[in-house]
């Protein structure tokens, strides 16, 4: 009779022990939360809710920075060849089953405002409203293939990979409207609702992976939208602090032989890095990143430099060493050649003269391109149109302009300038 009057006398020992652990562990959590950072805090509730990571970061002006060409040489194209170079690439494409990876390398190369006259000729604001548009593009694939654009919570999600009414590249088309000059209010219509490019931005921002695959062209993007605020950081949807600084790390970690286009899309991105820094009175990038961004130019500029082909091209090699006994591949595409050869002179074009090649060099490939341009069908250039279209806008930046400046310049610089070139010659 005894024993259950000795555990009655226990339970409020056990009680007031009980109650003095869960007030300590209580005191923890709260000394905890009083230590962690508020963005600490913001992941942690985030997770906790089953929502994205907050986005604190957004640009203030409503366009986007813009990269000039840094150099103007008549001898890399004249006037008359950059003129036929350019007709050949107005975009004529069909309207019919219209691939997003064509407009979007269209749209880079002549912009969105460019004015077209003939009207089977794509201009800029209806290049701008295919991809923006999801009405536009589900008419043209007969309403038979998922929309390019769809609804997140909180943006928009443009589909990419796999199917051919997709855009190619993660990130491609925001980089091609961003480049294209449009504005951060510019109508973006889903199946669901009108929302704007800021939108299509932002969910670009969340949904960022430091480690996915192709990140040039949303550093790209993200450097000409926030770089000119001087915004160096930013947290994606998983709560993790990314940077242009552990971007360039990323991007010049990996073999220069990979990535998209031989990767000289990876070299672009890292020169138009460069650029925003300095424009932005180097406030972007730490010195460090800015060094090693120097660093890996000149490096491209050193094997560049070496593996260029006697006709003025190159190919699928253009990264081997000098002195090295790799040798060029024999059936070498030809559209590889044109690839390579377009891309390092449109990097070049926006880089200082520190990082080129000797002139000779860079004016034997702008006359190998407009050659193998201009001795083309027209259908061989329309089969082959985004090799084609870094071609004719490196050769524009070459003559200090963009394709859209120069093919809308008056009627009389237009004669003059053909008058001076004849002269010259």
């Given at each position: 009779m005894s024993r259950p009057a000795?555990?009655?006398?226990?339970?409020?020992?056990?009680?007031?022990?009980f109650l003095l652990v869960q007030a300590t562990v209580v005191l923890a959590v709260l000394l905890s939360w009083s230590m962690i950072s508020s963005d600490q805090k913001l992941a942690v509730a985030s997770t906790a809710m089953r929502q994205p990571y907050p986005l604190t970061v957004k640009p203030t002006t409503s366009t986007a920075a813009v990269i000039t060409s840094l150099h103007a040489d008549e001898q890399v194209i004249s006037d008359a060849d950059l003129d036929e170079a350019l007709d050949r690439l107005i975009p004529r494409f069909s309207r019919k089953h219209l691939r997003p990876n064509l407009i979007e390398h269209a749209l880079r190369t002549w912009g969105g405002f460019v004015d077209f006259k003939d009207e089977d000729e794509i201009d800029g604001p209806e290049m701008a409203a295919f991809l923006t548009d999801s009405a536009r593009h589900l008419e043209s694939w007969e309403n038979n293939v998922s929309p390019m654009l769809d609804d997140s919570p909180l943006g928009v999600v443009v589909r990419w990979g796999g199917a051919r009414s997709n855009s190619v590249?993660?990130?491609?088309?925001?980089?091609?409207?961003?480049?294209?000059?449009?504005?951060l209010d510019y109508p973006v219509i889903t199946p669901r609702r009108k929302m704007e490019l800021?939108?299509?931005?932002?969910?670009?921002?969340?949904?960022?992976?430091v480690d996915g695959v192709e990140p040039e062209w949303s550093v790209l993007s993200f450097a000409l939208w926030l770089g000119q605020d001087g915004i160096s950081e930013w947290y994606n949807g998983s709560g993790r602090k990314v940077g242009f600084d552990m971007l360039v790390d990323r991007m010049v970690r990996e073999a220069m032989q990979h990535g998209v286009c031989l990767g000289t899309h990876r070299v672009y991105t890292l020169a138009a890095l460069l650029r925003i820094h300095e424009m932005r009175e180097e406030t972007l990038l730490q010195p460090r990143s800015a060094k090693i961004i120097k660093g890996y130019l000149h490096e491209v500029q050193r094997r560049i430099q070496a593996s260029q082909a006697e006709d003025g091209s190159w190919g699928l090699d253009w990264m081997r060493q000098p002195g090295s006994d790799e040798?060029?591949?024999a059936d070498t595409?030809?559209?590889?050649?044109?690839i390579a050869t377009g891309h390092h002179l449109e990097w070049m074009a926006i880089s200082a003269e520190e990082f080129h090649i000797p002139r000779e060099q860079i004016v034997k490939a702008g006359q190998w391109l407009t050659r193998q341009l201009l001795d083309s069908s027209q259908e061989e250039i329309d089969k082959s149109y985004t090799y084609y279209s870094h071609v004719v806008r490196a050769l524009a930046l070459w003559r200090g302009s963009s394709p859209a400046e120069f093919y809308e310049r008056p009627a009389a610089d237009s004669t003059a300038n053909d008058v001076t070139s004849e002269s010259q010659d």
């Open positions: 000795q555990s009655g006398r226990r339970q409020p020992v056990t009680v007031i022990r590249h993660h990130d491609h088309a925001l980089a091609a409207l961003t480049e294209a000059g449009l504005a800021r939108h299509v931005l932002e969910e670009a921002l969340r949904d960022f992976r040798t060029a591949p595409p030809f559209n590889r050649r044109i």
